[in-house]
Every structure is written in structure tokens, then in C-alpha cells.
């Protein structure tokens, strides 16, 4: 008997889940995706300028077009069906929604026009229909970008980036065209642990001494000789290879370059600053105790437009699936949540690690799920699974996306590419939906 698997959420994890499945056999996977477009951070997240790692979708694509694989896009659970209804309809369900939600701050003025967390500005700089108004300040001369990990560097680096390096980008339109505009000056990247802390990748942080037009920096004083003993060997060297980085930053970068991007580390933000909308923000000066920080009572007021706290991220209440408020993630126990209910990826774990470490939780889910649901199915006790979704969504005159409608978005966006761009995004949905109207033609 044939296994019916939905996955919700067409993102690495959720791919990966599906390839786990499949090299079991016997079964039927149908993808469930919120928005009309697959691949979820690899298209949202990943930062624009880095196609190379955007490449991964290839797998990703082999895996969509297995004649066991389905995709259903522009369908959302707990709007248009309920998890009940879901689970009702399928053998077994892995959740693969992500973390798409900010993590606060936590200090007074956050909610000040001009904070903008780094999954709105990520997503929209990468053309996601979430965030297609967005609209961040960019008028004014200097931007903070708060947190020290790669996402971070992503922001602070498209920021600075001159329309020539990011032309062969898939950067939205509208971004680059705003940030092309910006009379930005200086992005101030504040850390509030030190660079032996920081969780920049070397690569990421290496890339940062090539910026055509600004120059990276960061005060000498604040880096360690070299990296403290007592880490395990692999952390040492992954901190001596930055530390090394750093120091060629603190030489001061080209003067001659009109940006500059500069490193703020044991500096810990407290309060926004401003009236109507952000003019500024108020750090404070940390030290380390056991590595943990503590304030030194020394605070500084750092004039600025705009603020994008890029401290991590959080996953969102579904109905019906238990959740962990405090670390902001899927309850769940090795990627079970109950029977027949699993979860892989960032809702499962936090947003932690980079894609392919998403692989580990697919195959996990793939392996409770033979042992505890395979027996069942065997003895007859199989669900509908993708009759039954269909049925239910035409019932409901709900519009949904297949793969095929998938490769015609696909193929406008490569149609309307110039400049050595790969592709020129849709950043709505609406525009999507229309296109397909059009038989795929592009519009007037
Ligand atoms: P991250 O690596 O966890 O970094 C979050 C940063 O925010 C840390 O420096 C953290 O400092 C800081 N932070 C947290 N709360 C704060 C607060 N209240 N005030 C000030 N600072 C605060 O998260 P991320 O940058 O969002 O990245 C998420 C994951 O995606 C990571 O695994 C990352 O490597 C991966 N990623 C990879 C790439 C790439 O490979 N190119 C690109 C983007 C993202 P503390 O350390 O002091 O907590």
C-alpha cells in the first residue's frame, strides 16, 4: 500500500523530507506550500548576490518533477484547510514552515517606523510577497544593522553594493532601485559580544574587504591578539581565520571609497531613538563575564535612518500544533510533535545551521515515520492523500498552483531578466495569479 505524505512548506526542509521519502518507495508526497513560488528561504532568504548557493534548487527541482511528488502552491493551512482537515486526509504530515518571524529586541522604541527586522528587509529585498511593501527609510546617511551573524553581513553587504556588483543579482526591482538611490554613507554593524563571539562564516566575513565602493573597518583595540585558548580546535581555527579577516579591516580599508561598513563589537542596543519615526540609537558598552555579557553603564547616542536587527528569528503558532513560546519553535520531540505529525527544519530545531543541515531532520522524519505509520498503511488503514486534497479544494473553489504553473512563473522571470540578472521577480502574488491568466504571456 502507498504511503500519502504531505509536507507543509516547500523550503530546503521541506525537500529534503520529500527526497528521504522517496528513497523508501512506496509512496506519495504532496508539497503544500503557502505561496504560489517553491523553495522557500533559497528564494526568499538566501542573500540575492549569492546565486551560487541558490544553485541547490536543482536537487530540489529533480525531486518536485518525481512522478510520487505533487506540488499544491498558493495554499495555505489554517486558512484554507485546517491541520484537522489535513491530518484527517493524509497517513502522515511533516510541518517544514520555517521561522518566519522576527525575534524582538526588546527595548523601548522598537516599534518606531525605521526598525525593520531582517525578515521583512531580507524578504523584501529578495522580492517576497510578504514584504512587497515594505518600504524601509533609506534617506538618511547612516543604517545599524544589530546581531554579528551572516545574516547580518547579507543586509549590511546589499546595502553598500553598488548597482554594478549586484547586477547580476535577483535582487527585487523596486529594492534596487530604492537602495541604488540611498544616500547611505556608513552601515554600522553592532555585535554586543566581541569577534571571538561573533557567527559570521568566513567566507561571508571575507567578502566583506571587496565592496567596489565602501570600505570595511573596525577599531584594532577591539580585537584579541589571538583567538583565546580553551575552544575546541575546529572553533579556534574557524575564530583565528575571522580574527585574521578583522585584522585586515582594522587597517582602515581604501579612503578613497564613499561607504564604509563598520564593525561595532561589546555594544548592545537599548533604546531606539526618535519622535515619529527613527533619528537614532542608543547602545551601551559591554563587557564579557563568563561570556556572558554584562552592560558597563557607558552608553552612546549613534545618529541613524533606519535599524535592522538581524538577531535571529522565531516560528509562528499553527492551530493546532503545540507550541514552545520560549524558544519559539514547534513543540516536539526529535522531529515528532504526535503521531502521524512530524517537523523538520528551523520550526523544528530554531533557525540555526546552514541548508544542507537541514538534510539530518528530513531523514529522521522519514525513518519515525516508516516505523510508526508504514506498519498501519500496510494493513489498510491508508487515507485519501491527494484525491482527497483535491477533492476538498475544489469544493472550495480554491486556486492552487502545480508544478507546471510553477515553471511558466519560472520562465517569465527568466524571460524578463536584463542586465545579467537571472531573473526579474514577481512580488506579488496577484501579478503571479495574472500571468498564469495570460496563458504565461507577459503583460501589457
Ligand atoms: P545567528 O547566526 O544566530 O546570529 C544572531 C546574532 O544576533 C548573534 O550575533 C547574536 O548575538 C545576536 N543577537 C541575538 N539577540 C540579540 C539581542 N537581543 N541584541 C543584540 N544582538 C542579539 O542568526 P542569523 O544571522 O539570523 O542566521 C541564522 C542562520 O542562518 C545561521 O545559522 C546562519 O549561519 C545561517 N545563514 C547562513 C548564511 C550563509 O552561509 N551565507 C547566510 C545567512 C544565514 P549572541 O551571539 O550574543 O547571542
Request: glycine share 12%; net charge neutral; charged share 25%.
Amino acid at each position: 500500500m502507498t504511503l500519502s505524505v504531505a509536507i507543509v512548506g516547500s523550503g530546503p526542509s521541506g525537500f529534503y523530507a520529500a527526497e528521504a521519502l522517496l528513497q523508501q518507495g512506496e509512496v506519495a508526497i504532496d508539497l503544500i506550500e503557502r505561496l504560489p513560488t517553491p523553495f522557500g528561504l533559497v528564494r526568499g532568504g538566501v542573500a540575492p548576490d549569492h546565486q551560487t548557493t541558490k544553485q541547490v534548487v536543482r536537487a530540489f527541482e529533480r525531486t518536485a518533477q518525481d512522478e510520487a511528488v505533487a506540488y499544491f502552491g498558493n495554499v495555505e493551512i489554517g486558512r484554507d484547510l485546517s491541520m484537522d482537515e489535513l491530518r484527517g486526509l493524509y497517513d502522515a504530515v511533516i510541518l517544514a514552515v520555517g521561522a518566519p518571524a522576527d525575534r524582538p529586541l526588546g527595548i523601548p522604541g522598537e516599534g518606531l517606523p525605521g526598525v525593520v527586522g531582517s525578515a521583512a528587509f531580507v524578504g523584501w529585498y529578495n522580492g517576497h510577497p510578504d514584504f512587497a511593501g515594505t518600504d524601509p527609510p533609506l534617506d538618511g546617511r547612516r543604517a545599524v544593522v544589530v546581531g554579528n551573524g551572516n545574516v547580518a553581513l547579507d543586509v549590511a553587504r546589499v546595502l553598500v553594493k553598488t548597482p554594478q556588483e549586484m547586477a547580476a543579482s535577483d535582487i527585487a526591482c523596486e529594492a534596487a532601485a530604492a537602495i541604488g538611490a540611498a544616500p547611505l554613507e556608513e552601515v554600522v554593524l553592532l555585535g554586543r559580544r566581541g569577534p571571538v563571539e561573533a557567527r559570521f562564516s568566513y567566507k561571508e566575513l571575507r567578502e566583506m574587504g571587496s565592496l567596489a565602493a565602501a570600505a570595511t573597518v573596525v577599531a584594532e583595540d577591539q580585537l584579541p591578539e589571538e583567538a583565546p585558548a580553551g575552544l575546541p580546535e575546529r572553533d579556534r581555527r574557524v575564530v583565528a581565520r575571522n580574527l585574521e579577516i578583522l585584522r585586515g579591516f582594522a587597517a582602515g580599508g581604501d579612503p578613497a571609497k564613499p561607504k564604509r561598513v563598520r564593525f561595532e563589537f561589546y555594544a548592545r542596543p537599548v533604546a531606539v531613538l526618535g519622535g515619529a519615526r527613527v533619528e537614532g540609537l542608543r547602545w551601551e558598552r559591554t563587557a564579557l563575564r563568563d561570556g556572558r555579557v554584562v552592560g558597563t553603564g557607558e552608553t552612546h547616542d549613534l545618529p541613524c535612518g533606519l535599524i535592522v536587527p538581524a538577531i535571529g528569528y522565531r516560528s509562528i503558532r499553527l492551530a493546532g500544533v503545540p507550541f514552545d513560546a520560549e524558544r519559539g519553535r514547534l513543540r516536539n520531540r526529535d522531529g515528532r510533535i504526535a503521531e502521524g505529525l512530524y517537523c523538520v527544519g528551523w520550526c523544528r530545531r530554531g533557525p540555526s545551521g546552514v541548508i544542507g543541515s537541514n538534510k539530518q531532520d528530513g531523514d529522521q522524519a522519514a525513518a519515525t515515520i516508516a516505523r510508526e505509520i508504514r506498519p498501519r498503511v500496510a494493513a489498510g488503514g491508508g487515507k485519501p492523500g491527494r484525491a482527497g486534497l483535491r477533492r476538498l479544494l475544489a469544493e472550495r473553489s480554491l486556486r492552487w498552483i502545480d508544478y507546471p504553473d510553477w515553471l511558466a512563473i519560472d520562465a517569465a522571470e527568466r524571460a524578463a531578466a536584463t542586465g545579467g540578472a537571472p531573473r526579474r521577480k514577481f512580488v506579488t502574488v496577484a501579478d503571479m495569479l495574472a500571468l498564469l491568466d495570460r496563458g504565461g504571456q507577459p503583460g501589457a
